[in-house]
């Protein structure tokens, strides 16, 4: 009964920021390392973040590296990611991802629970 609920997304104009957040029920968060992915109409999930279990090590794509930073609060169970500098091509959906793996690949299998996911849309 691993639940995840992501929020924070929206309609944002180029140049803008966001912060999705994510919280996680029903386990031990603690024990997680965590991911966001984002998947756009027509194209592969891809992960843009990656966090390990304490936090004090993380990844990003290529794509997002400088304009986005995850980072996790284990008191509250959440996770987030704030978005900076968003472009036109960060347009998807995010979701974010739970792992018993300490360094997962990007990959979305070695992911085992997931939200339902959150829509970012940037356009002017």
């Known amino acids: 009964q691993v639940q995840l609920v992501e929020s924070g997304g929206g309609l944002v104009q180029p140049g803008d920021s966001l912060r999705l957040s994510c919280v996680v029920s029903?386990?031990?968060?603690?024990?997680?390392?965590m991911g966001w992915f984002r998947q756009a109409p027509g194209k592969e999930r891809e992960r843009v973040a990656h966090?390990?279990?304490?936090?004090?090590?993380?990844s990003y794509a290529d794509s997002v590296k400088g304009r986005f930073t995850i980072s996790r609060d284990n008191a509250k169970n959440t996770v987030y990611l704030q978005m900076n500098s968003l472009k036109p091509e960060d347009t998807a959906v995010y979701f974010c991802?739970?792992?018993?793996?300490?360094?997962?690949?990007?990959?979305?299998?070695?992911?085992?629970?997931w939200g339902q996911g959150t829509q970012v849309t940037v356009s002017s």
């Open positions: 966090i390990s279990w304490s936090g004090g090590r993380t």
């Open positions: 991802a739970t792992s018993g793996l300490a360094t997962p690949t990007s990959q979305s299998y070695e992911y085992g629970h």
């Open positions: 029903g386990g031990t968060f603690r024990t997680y390392s």
